[in-house]
Antibody
């Protein structure tokens, strides 16, 4: 069974940093691209960032470009999101999601339950 | 960035009726479109990819159509478990989601 367990969320002050992690199991992690997708309270879905199996293809939403950095460690079956210069607009539930492909960024066939990030003073 | 616009924002439908949801792209995404269903407190679930291919385990009452800039998700006969929010997502040029359509009980 595919499992994606995100962690690292919490309450953080504006301007500070936070690092999210996603532990994957139940599939061959380095056979797939991975993503972060977020959902602000009561709002819709927003793709944040994605990374191919070998980290050769990386993409970011315009709203986080230059502030967030996605990475992965295939030896540890883990996905990360380093978030810097956080603002209240970054407050959301952050989902870790598995792509259907390895080398390109397409769509998501499995999602974790998410980790909540709240940016507030 | 490709902007995805879904309509209507809310659709009120009686159980057993047909529901038609629309998704429009600001520029052509070819057939690179997926649909998801999200219920309260749950992660989204993949329904359709490639604009018209049902994902594994998705009932036949869900169908997708369209290409280029205009797409439709049709639920042929709404069941109680289908009342949820539906999102389209393009993957032709990076990835973007539509704002969602809430399907509620009439």
């Amino acid at each position: 069974e595919v499992q994606l367990v995100a962690s690292g969320g919490g309450l953080v002050q504006p301007g500070k940093s936070l690092r999210l992690s996603c532990a994957a199991s139940g599939f061959t992690f380095d056979d797939y691209a991975m993503h972060w997708v977020r959902q602000a309270p009561g709002k819709g879905l927003e793709w944040v960032s994605g990374i191919s199996w070998d980290s050769g293809t990386i993409g970011y939403a315009d709203s986080v470009k230059g502030r967030f950095t996605i990475s992965r460690d295939n030896a540890k079956n883990s996905l990360y999101l380093q978030m810097n210069s956080l603002t209240a607009e970054d407050t959301a539930l952050y989902y870790c999601a598995k792509d259907i492909a390895a080398a390109s960024l397409y769509y998501f066939d499995c999602w974790g339950q998410g980790t909540l990030v709240t940016v507030s003073s | 960035e490709i902007v995805m616009t879904q309509s209507p924002a809310t659709l009120s439908v009686s159980p057993g009726e047909r529901a038609t949801l629309s998704c429009r792209a600001s520029q052509s995404v070819s057939g690179n479109l997926a649909w998801y269903q999200q219920k309260p407190g749950q992660a989204p679930r993949l329904l359709i990819y490639g604009a018209s291919t049902r994902a594994t385990g998705i009932p036949a009452r869900f169908s997708g159509s369209g290409s280029g800039t205009e797409f439709t998700l049709t639920i042929s006969s709404l069941q109680s478990e289908d009342f949820a929010i539906y999102y389209c997502q393009q993957y032709n040029n990076w990835l973007t989601f539509g704002g969602g359509t809430k399907v509620e009980i009439k």
